[in-house]
């Protein structure tokens, strides 16, 4: 099996939004124009960090200062080739609007008004204020959100002090209802990276998983292949996305309808015998009860939920199955979206269970990792109190930490009162629904602390900020990435940072030392602790260094393989029929419950990804401003003329609550339904420091007041919001 993708595909891909633009992929804009090397260059190799992907990277440096990034060869994870993203991420470290010191809050919270001071005193005022808290409230009143590797370090330091509450929003606002809807079905969750093999995929069937806008690299360059290869490609999507444009189905779903559209999938491939019955018979428990459950979810009751032609449904339904079990259903990943979202990814993963994907090629494969001993520290105390976020395990089959759940402590002191919060790499007041209560949650609070690069909404708010420098210029924790083949990375400095940013080791090892938990801390400077984990793991650090990866041995990926066929679930098999579920009152075999419809006169709004940008955090970015300094609102063209609007003209959202959103550009377009608009995410910045990304375009988040909780695991679904337009 040859995993080299042609260069041409993977850009074709990626780049599509980027040439529908007219602008070139930042990787053609960084090198030309570039004088020929003038002086010595250095190549350093590390791995990225715009987004969490972890992609392998060596960066070069010449004169002195980076020059340009490109893709690790050796990297199973991008195969010598980044993103866009990842190009343009030698911006995050030139970005005049980098936090270059620590600041200390000089007036009211949410002012922005700062007082620059040592990072003796921050530390020592964060210290201060944690211990002061403990001493009222106990350790487990100060929480830590954080996302990405960055954050191990925090985390040490947080355990050590007694706390139990550590969240990410990757669970609950993210992946989660994903996780939770394949672990009830396989015992297992797809995993980051997933362990989807789009590669040999001969049939691959995206729900609403943006792929090619959705940049997380190793799927994209892994979708070209596939599409290359002759891959028959349906895509369910309001939107025609980039990767709908490229399918031989585009289903333009109704929002929200999606289970309806799976159950009746599936009650086709039973009805009509198509399903893998070998495989359901020799894996599957409670296949006779699920079949009950689903014999009248037939495309005629599902055509008039989803708006899909009964006939379009049961024509896809047998595409699946003719090439099973090399059918992927794509498990998504961003899969909080209506409110029963674990229900629906278990439909999803009830679907692959169907086409005997799970555990074969084409379909998904079994992960394996490089063994890497835990560093030998001491145990953390035992924490008094259970955590916060999920008191009495309302959602029982929640089994991350919910951000929203620490939130809602917070702000009400049930089951007890939180009071301090570090937050480490997230942009809560972007990433966490409804703006106004995580403001109110801070307000409630004696210490915000936020260690960040740039000045962030978040930082905002906070009464330190502690300035980190960014990935290129500090080394963080080991990655034994859990992938296709094992390979252990390690991320280290290729210049040094500019002013007086430091790495998160040091501030969480410095916090540490300040709490007297030196304990925890038995090393002094970071590669002393990676080079001690290389030799426990029996891996040549020099090595490491040089080449930035170190491959392992490749494991059995498929049952037929040798891949272990095993299922942590309850009865050892896959559960078409959970007993679990109806034991804790959910429904055993998924049904479908509709979203909340349409006020007269208003849309939907859907949101997602852009190639060039991640999340909130690189619109300051000077090389991706560049190439997107701000986001537009598709609207389909009929409702567009029916408004009086044409692309361009600019327009603000109002949602159902009275919120008015900041202006951006309409795009007219065939190419979403009429009853919803879309936009993408982390644009519409409000925080002053970021001069450049300082309200251009309109913020997502803003306008997503309103949200459903996941009953079965806490996630918080922001796809029942609605808007008007009002031109500027
Ligand atoms: N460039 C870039 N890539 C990224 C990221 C980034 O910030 N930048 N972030 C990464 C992360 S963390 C995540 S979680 C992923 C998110 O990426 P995905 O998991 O692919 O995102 P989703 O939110 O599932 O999908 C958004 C798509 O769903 C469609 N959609 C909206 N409502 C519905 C519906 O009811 N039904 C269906 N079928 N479709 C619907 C939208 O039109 C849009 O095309 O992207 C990852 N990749
Ligand atoms: N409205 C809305 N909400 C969403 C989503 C959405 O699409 N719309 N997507 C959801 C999803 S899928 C996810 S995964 C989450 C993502 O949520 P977050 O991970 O919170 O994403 P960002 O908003 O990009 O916040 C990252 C923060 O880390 C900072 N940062 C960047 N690099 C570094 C670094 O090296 N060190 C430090 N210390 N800080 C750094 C950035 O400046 C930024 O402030 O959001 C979720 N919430
Ligand atoms: S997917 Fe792109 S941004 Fe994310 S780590 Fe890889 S190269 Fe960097
Ligand atoms: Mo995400």
Partial sequence: MSLAVPRRSFLKISAAALAAAGLGAPQARLGAGEPAAAGAVQTVPTFCDICFWKCGAIASVRDGALWKIEGN?????????????????IGASRDPDRLTRPLLRARVRGGEEWNAVSWDDALGHVAEKMQAIKAKHGPEAVALFSHGIGGTFFKHTLKAFGSPNLAAPSFAQCRGPRDVGFRLTFGDDPGSPERTDIANARCLVLIGSHLGENMHNTQVQEFAQAMAAGCTLIVADPRQSTAAAKAKWWLPVRPG??????????????AEQLYDTAYVAKYGHGFAQFAAAIADKTPEWAGPLTGIQPEVIRETARAMARFRPATLVHPGRHSNW??????????????????????RQGGFYQPSAMELPAYPYPAYPKPGKPKADNPGKRHPFAHESITTGIRSATLTGNPYPVKGWLVYATNLLHALPNEAETIQAIQQLDLLAVCDVIPSETAGWADVVLPECTYLERHDELNPELFREPFLALRQPVVPPPDDQKPNWWIARELALKLGLGAWYP??????????????GGYDWERLKRDGI???????LYFEQGAPAEFATPSGRIEFWSQQLADKGFAPVPEYEPPQPNPPGSYRVLFGRAPMHSFSRTQTNPLLHEVMPENALWLNAVEARRLGLKSGDRVRLRN??????????????????PDCVYLVHGFGHTAKGLKRAYRKGASDAQILTRYQTDPLM??????????TLEAV
């Fill in 338 to 359: 209506y409110g029963s979202d674990a229900q629906r990814s278990r439909a999803i993963a009830l679907l692959n269970a169907l086409l005997g994907s799970w555990g």
């Fill in 523 to 536: 090393w002094s400077d970071i590669e002393q602790y990676l080079a001690k984990r290389c030799e426990l």
């Fill in 257 to 270: 309808s999606d289970t309806a559209l799976v159950l009746a999938w599936m009650q086709v491939l039973v």
């Fill in 656 to 673: 159902q609550d009275g919120v008015l959103s900041d202006a951006l550009p309409v795009k007219a377009t065939e190419r979403i339904r």
């Fill in 550 to 556: 170190i491959r392992g041995q490749p494991q059995p």
């Fill in 714 to 723: 806490g996630g918080t679904a922001l796809g029942n919001n609605f808007v």
């Fill in 73 to 89: 060869p050796l990297d199973p994870l991008c195969r010598g080739r980044l993103c866009p993203r990842g190009t343009g991420g």
